[in-house]
Each structure stands twice: as C-alpha cells, then as structure tokens.
C-alpha cells in the first residue's frame, strides 16, 4: 500500500473503469449525447476580463483574481499569494485550455507565497512553477517538496493535515480534502492531498482543492473557525458514477459551503479545461439553481469571470 493510501478515496478508479467511461459508455445507445463545443463555448468566453494584472497589481487591500481552473491570484495578510497556479496553454502539453488565463503572469506583480494542493497535472504544472521561479515560498502537502526542489525551488514547506505554517501576518494550515494523488501509475497515493485555510487579519480564505463531498468540511469549520471566503470547485463532475468519489456537483459544492458557514462561494474549476463530460457551461447554471432555491443572498455567491478582481472585505 502507498504511503497515503489509507486516506485516499473508496472506491479508487482504474483502467477497467477509464476504458468503461470513455469507450463503453460512449457506445451508441449507451448515454445521450453530449451538448455541441461551441455552443457551450459561446456561454463562456464572454466572461473573460482584460486589465486583471494592473487591477490586481494596483488593489490596496486584499484581493482575489480568478486565473482559471483552480488557480488563484489573491492579496492577503501583506502577501501576494497564488494558489494552484497553471498558466500553460495545455496541461501536460495535451489538454488545451478553453480560455486565456485571466491575468498575464509576466505582467503580474511577483508572488511571495505559492501554495499547490495536490500533484494531478491541472494542479501541479511544473511549467509554471518553473516559470514563477525560486522567489516565493512554496507550501505543499507532505511527500510533494521533492519534485519541486528538482526545479530547483528550495524554499519549500510540506504539510500534514491540521498543520500550520506562519509567514508574518498569514497562517496557512493544510486542511483534508476527499481525494488522492498520482503524477503516474506507479506513483499513486505516494503523496499527500489536501485543501488550505488562509488566515490573516483581513479574513479567512478556504481553497479546497480537489474533493468529494463530506463530512470533512464541518470539521474544518470546528477545526478552523469562521470562513469568510470559500473557493470551491463546482465542474468536472460527469459520469457521475465515475466521479462521485473524487469531484463535487454544484450541489455537493452548495452542500459544502453550508457545512463550513461560509460567507462567500467563491466558484472555480469549470470552464477552462474540458476533462469531464458535463457541458461546459452547465456548472454556474446549476449552483445558481440551487443558490436560488436555498434563498441564499445572491451577493454571497461569487461565479467570478476568469480574470475578474475583487476585494476582499
């Protein structure tokens, strides 16, 4: 068994279930088809901002940018901070992206705290860590400091779950995630997974990572206190049965932000990379559904435009 096996996900997916999903379940008859690229496309490149790096640069306060995907651009506790930062055209040289990072990164102002979640590729892009270079502290969950420090980034911190680290005025602690981890077959589960709590005196930010849904995010709110702003992936979640156990539904993601009582959702991974088969501009269509049916008030939920800045109060 792998070093962090016993804490990964039930049950774990394999060829056998790949080769169901993506050639037998794609047998005619067999699953209704999916809906046409470009009209869903149309429903997602209009969000797309310009002028996010001078805006982000230019914030006084603490700030959030959403860059795509799960990457983040963020103003906090004094320090500019990316979170699972990827602005390569493709992942893994395959997997292109379906819209432009919403912020130039060489136009960006740098960055002193680089936190990555987990090593799956359109997490963990060694290109663009590689292109942030050895200025910024990097923060990861345990076993993951080794390949970073092959890129020649020395300042690196791993983390168990619940622990801590401090720079100055921001707290970072690695929180759990329902996920696992594999950079290749042989190496699945041989690192850890998780998301991360931001803490600093303007407010709490919560990156969750990857994650199922579950019991693990009202622990968090025990464990952690209040969360003013909670990132939350809302997309690739269909077949359902193929993802369930590894990827959040808008509704698990809704679900989710009860269980932390947080203030704000802040929506991410959709509309940037196609990896799943919903369509891709179905997620916001249905966390909006299901906001409007909770009676939440609509300016808690924050389906941000890629490249859109916004302060954080």
């Not at 962090?4 to 039930?10: D, N, P, R």
């Amino acid at each position: 068994m792998a070093r962090f096996s016993h804490l990964a996900t039930q049950p774990a997916r394999g060829p056998a279930h790949i080769l169901r999903w993506k050639v037998l379940d794609r047998l005619p008859g067999r699953r209704a088809p999916r809906a046409a690229d470009h009209a869903e496309l149309d429903r997602v490149r209009p969000g797309v901002r310009t002028g996010a790096a001078a805006t982000f640069a230019g914030a006084s306060g603490a700030a959030a940018c959403w860059i795509g995907h799960a990457s983040w651009a963020l103003r906090l506790g004094g320090k500019r901070i990316a979170i699972d930062p990827i602005w390569s055209q493709r992942i893994q040289g395959v997997v292109p992206r379906l819209v432009p990072p919403g912020a130039a990164l060489h136009e960006l102002p740098p960055f002193d705290v680089v936190c990555v979640t987990h090593d799956h590729m359109d997490h963990m892009d060694l290109a663009t860590l590689a292109r942030i270079g050895r200025g910024p502290r990097y923060v990861v969950p345990l076993g993951n400091a080794a390949r970073l420090r092959k890129l020649g980034l020395d300042d690196v911190v791993e983390l168990d779950w619940w622990e801590r680290h401090t720079i100055d005025e921001l707290a970072i602690t690695l929180v759990p995630a329902r996920h696992w981890s594999m950079r290749a077959p042989w190496t699945r589960n041989e690192t850890l997974w998780g998301g991360f709590v931001l803490r600093a005196p303007e407010g709490t930010a919560y990156h969750s990572g990857d994650t199922a849904g579950g019991e693990h995010f009202a622990e968090i709110a025990k464990r952690v206190g209040p969360i003013d702003w909670a990132m939350l992936p809302i997309g690739s979640y269909e077949p359902r049965w193929f993802m369930i156990s590894q990827h959040m539904n808008p509704d698990d993601a809704g679900d989710a932000y009860e269980m932390l009582g947080a203030r704000h959702l802040l929506a991410m991974h959709w509309g940037t990379f196609r990896l799943t088969d919903e369509p891709v501009g179905e997620p916001p269509a249905r966390m909006r559904a299901w906001w409007q049916a909770k009676r939440h008030a609509d300016e808690r939920l924050w389906i941000m435009d890629v490249g859109e800045v916004r302060p954080l109060r």
